[in-house]
């Protein structure tokens, strides 16, 4: 196996200096510590290597030697040019105090007297909540009554949902997660929101869309269409000789917006729908339009 590259290990030049390894060795410490990361095997093999490098570079001999060691074999077991490492690191001499790795994490759990003398307090689990609701209350907003168990006890709360949710939004509600241990706080509980697909409006983002047919006669002369939204009926003006698929936009008809308030904008996609089977005399007024404008939408395209 390859020499260990300690100075990369902690991500050092080798001239540095044994306060800048003293203070690069600090903050991995705090990163990495196993308490952190329970039950992460990849996270405490990176632990072990920085307390290992360290123990070599922090001591001037060690470190002498280890860069006068070239490119001799790692040994199992023991350190790249001969020493046992164990794992030792005076904390002490890091500066931490007698609290010793408690001292890292001080600032974290609370006082360091406190907590050599009973177990740390410890904050409660965050719970999910999925709720459904509808199209209209993702607009409009709503308010929910989620039941919910702590300690064995079931209460039931009100959740407000704001105006302009969409689907995975996430409301939070202090406090009302699981119960904190030891004396902690409780966690949050979140209400994920899954809204449920509206019969015609569809949605991007804060804007809505909506698909309206028009006649071939609306499309060829123009003319006014009573339109519903998300708040009711209104009036659009179609302009004379619109195209299938032209947009219509209406501002501020959209969804509320969650962040900064004001509101999306509504887009009308227009488009031109032929009859089926008209009637006799429908047929022959068309026939006789064809005649007097001989209209070829293809002309010039290929």
Do not use: C
């Not at 020499?3 to 200096?17: F, M, P, T, W």
């Not at 995975?168 to 966690?187: F, I, L, Q, T």
């Not at 804007?207 to 071939?216: F, M, N, S």
């Not at 089926?276 to 064809?290: C, D, G, R, T, W």
């Amino acid at each position: 196996m390859a020499k260990k590259d300690y100075y990369e290990i902690l991500g050092v030049s080798r001239d540095a200096s044994p306060e800048d390894i003293k203070k690069v060795y600090r903050k991995l410490a705090k990163k990495y510590h196993p308490d952190l990361h329970p039950n992460d095997k990849e996270n405490e093999a990176r632990f072990k290597e920085i307390n290992e490098a360290y123990y070599v570079l922090s001591d001037p001999k060690k470190r002498q030697e280890y860069d006068r060691a070239g490119q001799f074999t790692f040994e199992p077991g023991m350190g790249d040019f001969g020493y046992a490492y164990q794992g030792n690191i005076n904390l002490e001499d890091l500066g931490f105090g007698l609290g010793g790795l408690e001292d890292i994490f001080g600032n974290l759990f609370g006082s360091r007297t406190e907590a050599r003398r009973q177990p740390r307090p410890a904050r409660g689990r965050d719970l999910e909540y999925e709720a459904s609701i509808d199209f209209d209350h993702a607009v409009h907003g709503t308010e929910l009554n989620i039941t919910t168990e702590r300690g064995g006890k079931r209460s039931t709360i009100t959740v407000k949902i704001p105006k302009g949710v969409r689907n995975g939004s996430r409301v939070r509600v202090a406090g009302k997660g699981g119960e904190g241990m030891r004396g902690g706080p409780p966690g949050d509980l979140y209400i994920v929101t899954r809204v449920k697909p509206h019969r015609y409006f569809r949605r991007e983002g804060d804007d809505i869309y909506l698909d309206v047919p028009i006649t071939v006669s609306e499309a060829v002369l123009g003319g006014k269409v009573t339109v519903p939204t998300i708040y009711g009926k209104t009036t659009i003006k179609i302009p004379p000789g619109i195209e299938s698929g032209k947009k219509l936009k209406l501002k501020e008809k959209g969804m509320p917006r969650l962040k900064g308030g004001g509101k999306g904008d509504m887009y009308v996609v227009l488009y031109i729908t032929a009859p089926k089977n008209p009637p006799s005399k429908v047929k022959e007024l068309f026939e006789e339009i064809q005649r007097l404008n001989p209209y070829d939408p293809r002309q010039g395209l290929w």
